[in-house]
């Protein structure tokens, strides 16, 4: 498991893309975002015009670890794209529609790290390359409104549970990756 983290636009998809393709012909492609908009629809578009059109792609933000063990095949490295969008989505889907305000972040953390420690074990028992792709989101200031500090501690704590189990982690900075682990 190699984990590849950086600020916005610091080159971590096409990173992680070229390390694969150096390894691994075939690639399941893990994409996590969700469509929400014209403009989200336009930049998943865009990421897959992008990438090699013989890899396959898995759309979705739940239970990766059982898309890894159940959707890879023979010999397909997989890259996970991305992390951070993962936790938002989870902590969207968990707060089941209460207001922000309402929400105790808690509870909702133990589910996270829940899927977090299966995807790990996943990734962790895979014969092929896994690239998990996340932000770095703790090098700004803290944020003012409750739901984003909670967010950045929780993703924080995400990434670093990650970087524990990753045997690579890679720093993306202006394009340049730098090994940190």
């Known amino acids: 498991m190699i984990l590849i983290t950086g600020g916005a636009r610091?080159?971590?998809?096409?990173?992680?893309?070229r390390l694969i393709s150096e390894q691994c012909e075939q690639v399941l492609y893990i994409a996590t975002a969700q469509i929400t908009d014209d403009e989200m629809s336009a930049r998943v578009e865009r990421h897959k015009r992008e990438r090699p059109a013989h890899w396959r792609t898995w759309e979705g933000h739940r239970d990766l670890g059982a898309v890894i063990r159940q959707h890879r095949q023979?010999?397909?490295g997989v890259i996970l794209e991305c992390i951070t969008t993962l936790v938002a989505n989870l902590l969207f889907d968990l707060s089941e529609g209460?207001?922000?305000?309402?929400?105790?972040?808690?509870?909702l953390e133990v589910l996270i790290h829940h899927q977090l420690d299966d995807l790990i074990n996943a990734c962790l028992m895979c014969p092929a390359p896994v690239y998990l792709v996340t932000n770095e989101v703790g090098m700004g200031i803290t944020p003012v409104n409750r739901l984003a500090?909670?967010?950045?501690?929780?993703?924080?704590?995400?990434n670093q549970k990650l970087a524990q189990a990753a045997e690579d982690v890679w720093m993306m900075?202006?394009?340049i990756g730098v090994r940190i682990k």
Do not use: L, M, N, T
């Open 10 to 17: 610091s080159g971590k998809s096409a990173y992680a893309e």
């Open 74 to 76: 023979y010999q397909e």
């Open 98 to 107: 209460k207001s922000f305000d309402e929400i105790d972040f808690a509870p």
């Open 149 to 158: 500090r909670h967010f950045v501690d929780i993703a924080g704590r995400v």
């Open 173 to 175: 900075v202006s394009g």
